[in-house]
């Protein structure tokens, strides 16, 4: 039982690239979301998402994009990454919503040049 | 959403208890008050979850006044390995709706030998 695995765990991009965060659960839980972690801010949830084939904006959705058309994985997209979008992103998943026991992943770690 | 403060940083002894106090003055009827605990480097991690009096687990104690205005995570005897960022978060899921949660910056603990 992996819980919930994110890759890659480190990337660095060029303004204007773009790339995909992979995360995927073995869990079974049908809510899953992204955060972005910025020093000084707290974790933001960027998307989320409630079952397979469903997805919603969070707090700060500007700039990304998401996927969840198999209910273990939930994909971030960059579609042109900029210098604001550096930080560490997490995401999680829960069976019972936001305010059930959310279980979060180790992290990637992005940096954009 | 309640707005909650909490201290941004404390230090303790190693084998000391530690309280930490989370104020939530417009907490409403449905919300519940939970905490997480961060390690540097990793995704946030559960710790307890309430709704009012006390609430104890392995890992930590949670105790809710009757007026629910505010909350103390208790940390019985901690250890270096305590050392880490704790956040409180105060709501409920919103039925049909868009269930937020919010991390504020959290409580940044430092056990000391």
């Known amino acids: 039982n992996a819980g919930v695995t994110q890759t890659p765990k480190f990337r660095v991009l060029k303004t204007g690239q773009s790339m995909t965060l992979l995360c995927a659960q073995d869990m079974n839980h049908e809510y899953m979301y992204w955060y972005r972690q910025d020093p000084g801010m707290g974790l933001r949830l960027i998307h989320y998402s409630v079952g397979e084939g469903t997805t919603a904006k969070g707090e700060v959705p500007d700039g990304y994009n998401v996927s969840r058309l198999k209910k273990q994985n939930f994909l971030l997209g960059l579609e042109s990454a900029a210098p604001s979008q550096t930080s560490v992103y997490f995401c999680?998943?829960?069976?019972?919503?936001?305010?059930?026991?959310?279980?979060f992943g180790p992290g990637t770690r992005l940096t954009v040049t | 959403l309640a707005k909650t403060t909490q201290p941004i940083s404390m230090d303790s002894y190693e084998g000391q208890e530690v309280n930490i106090t989370c104020s939530h003055n417009n907490i409403a009827t449905n919300d519940y008050i939970t905490w997480y605990q961060q390690f540097p480097s990793q995704g946030p991690r559960f710790i307890i979850q309430?709704?009012?009096t006390k609430v104890t687990n392995e890992v930590a104690s949670l105790f809710i006044p009757a007026d629910r205005k505010s909350s103390t995570l208790s940390l019985p005897r901690v250890s270096l390995s305590d050392t880490a960022v704790y956040y409180c978060?105060?709501?409920?899921?919103?039925?049909?709706?868009?269930?937020?949660?919010?991390f504020g910056i959290g409580t940044k603990l430092q056990v000391i030998p």
């Open positions: 999680a998943s829960s069976m019972g919503g936001t305010w059930d026991e959310q279980y």
């Open positions: 978060l105060v709501g409920a899921a919103l039925f049909g709706g868009y269930q937020k949660v919010t």
């Open positions: 309430g709704y009012k």
